[in-house]
Every structure is written in structure tokens, then in C-alpha cells.
């Protein structure tokens, strides 16, 4: 069964696309999936298919600036001007809906890249509401962010907030690709497969190819920023289990030493995380053939074993 939703964004301004998959059996559990930058729900279909046929039901929406979202506000690239908490909020209300039609059950978030973002901001506030969440691909302290930050605050207190200017992109994510070789799309570092490349590039829901505001690059290095140190981790509840896992060849973790940072603030304040690196791999563990079943497979075994 397919629900199809929509519903209200904290921005005040967008109606946020979501799906919420069943499957055919009783289900066990809900697993709430959060896509990353520039991209969108559908990337995820064989994750969501995966959990499906484990007995979990899935829901998923599209950012606002991205995907469906953006296609039926046609608002690309912009995410409002209600700050950093935005997405997350919005995922906080597309589990409300979630829940009102499937009461009771247990409750997951998997969030991939900024999703894994939205993810370590939603159990800061939210997390006593869930029985774990997978972080893929995230991040610890993101090469200069900061100094980006605050080059874009004096952009955007100079009026030039809804404007885009790629410069900023550039300083920011303009290295990710270093150690990948011959570079020709700029989304090498993703996935080293070029199939998988060129499907993320001409995706017409990819929100990839299209200038990102301002404003909302900057909501983007705060949404980092809010969710660095201990500081962050001592607002989790310690008794949420917690599924660490990205590629050791991701830039966005720094090549292993940012995911074991963030490992390391959960574990300095009393939590409960595991940790995976996969060994060869950028930042798309889920989008490799050789391994997408075997990391499907651990996250669903890291929430089978929650329940």
C-alpha cells in the first residue's frame, strides 16, 4: 500500500510531498527515510523496498527546495527563511502523520548526508519519541564551514540572501572530489561508479544541478554547526541506539576521522552507538552494487535487534 501526503512546511511557505510505503504483513516497525542535499526520495527505493520486505513500514518526504517539493511549490534550491530547524521540523511532522495512521509501533529515522544531519538535530529535540536511528554518511567537523558561515552572514545581511552565488558552493564543497582522480560531472566523490554519477547528475528531481540561495547554504553550515561536539550529544537520550556508518573514502566524514569524532561525542556522554566503516568506499554506501544489501542488511539488523 502507497499513502501519498502533504502537508504544511515550518517555513510558512512550501507543502511538503511525502509517501508513506506499507507492506503487505504486519508490520513491526516504521523507519522514517531522509534524503540528503540536492537529491530526493526516490534515490532510496531499493532501501525502502529492503525494509519493506523486512516487515518495516517507510515513510519519506522531499525537502522543501528539492524534488516534488520543489517541482509543485516551484521553489528550487531555497528553503525559506525559518533557519536551520526547518527540515527537521518537517520531518518531525511527517512522522506525526505517520503515526496518527499507524499508531503504536516502534519508530526509526535512517537520514543519509544532510539527512543524517536532520537526523542528529531531530533526536537533540525529538529523540525520547524514537526506538533508534541509522546517520549514513555524516559529518564531524566540516573543513570550513565556519569561516563559509561567516562570509555568507555578511552576504546575507547585505540584502543578498535569496541571491545565488556559486562562490560560496564552491569554498565549501569545491574539495570533495581530491581524491577522486579525473574529475568531469563534480559529483565524483559521491560514488565511484559512473553510472550511478551521471543518474545522480540527470535526475530532473536532483536539485544538484540547480543554484542553492544564500540563505540556504547558510541554513545548510548550521545545520552542521548545531550539531557539533558534545554540546549536541549530551541533549540525546542516552538510551536511543544509534547506527553510525559511512565509507571510509567519504569526504563529508573526512575519510573515516569525522564519523569517529561524532562516535566519540555520543560515547562521551553515555551512549549507545556502533560504528561502521566500509572499507574503499565514498560517501553513497547504499548506491554501491557490491555492497548496498550487505549495508541494508545492518541497518535492518541494528533495528531488528532495538526492537
Not at 27 to 53: C, N, T, W
Not at 163 to 169: A, L
Not at 290 to 300: F, T, Y
Request: proline letters at 4%.
Amino acid at each position: 500500500m502507497l499513502h501519498e501526503v502533504s502537508f504544511a512546511s515550518y517555513n510558512g511557505r512550501d507543502q511538503v510531498q511525502g509517501w508513506i510505503y506499507v507492506p503487505a504483513c504486519k508490520p513491526k516497525g516504521i523507519v522514517q527515510v531522509i534524503h540528503g542535499f540536492g537529491e530526493h526520495s526516490r534515490r532510496y527505493l531499493h532501501m525502502i523496498s529492503a525494509f519493506m520486505d523486512a516487515g518495516y513500514i517507510v515513510a519519506a518526504d522531499d525537502h522543501v527546495g528539492h524534488g516534488k517539493t520543489a517541482m509543485v511549490n516551484n521553489v528550487w534550491g531555497d528553503w525559506g527563511d525559518k533557519g536551520p530547524h526547518t527540515m527537521m521540523e518537517d520531518e518531525h511532522t511527517l512522522k506525526g502523520i505517520v503515526c496518527e495512521k499507524y499508531p503504536d509501533l516502534p519508530y526509526f529515522l535512517f537520514g543519509h548526508s544532510m539527512g543524517s544531519f536532520i537526523t542528529r538535530d531531530f533526536i537533540a529535540k525529538y529523540g525520547d519519541e524514537l526506538a533508534g536511528a541509522t546517520i549514513c554518511g555524516t559529518t564531524g567537523i566540516f573543513r570550513g564551514a565556519e569561516e563559509t558561515g561567516k562570509k555568507l552572514k555578511e552576504a546575507i545581511d547585505a540584502g543578498h540572501g535569496e541571491e545565488s552565488d556559486p562562490s560560496y558552493t564552491g569554498e565549501l564543497m569545491g574539495w570533495m572530489c581530491e581524491r577522486c582522480g579525473e574529475v568531469s560531472i563534480g559529483n565524483e566523490w559521491i560514488c565511484a561508479d559512473p553510472y550511478v554519477q551521471r543518474d545522480h547528475a540527470d535526475d530532473p528531481f536532483d536539485a544538484f544541478t540547480r543554484p542553492t540561495s544564500n540563505r540556504s547554504v547558510y541554513d545548510f553550515i548550521q545545520m552542521m554547526l548545531q550539531i557539533e561536539g558534545t554540546k549536541w550529544a549530551e541533549k540525546v537520550p542516552t538510551d536511543l541506539p544509534i547506527y553510525n556508518i559511512a565509507g571510509d573514502q567519504d569526504p563529508v566524514g573526512e575519510y573515516g576521522v569525522g564519523v569517529y569524532q561524532v562516535s566519540n561525542w555520543l560515547v562521551q556522554t553515555r551512549h549507545n552507538v556502533t560504528t561502521k566503516l566500509y572499507s574503499g568506499y565514498r560517501h553513497e554506501i547504499h548506491n554501491y552494487a557490491e555492497i548496498k544489501n550487505e549495508v541494508e542488511a545492518g541497518i535492518i539488523a541494528f533495528m531488528d535487534k532495538a526492537l
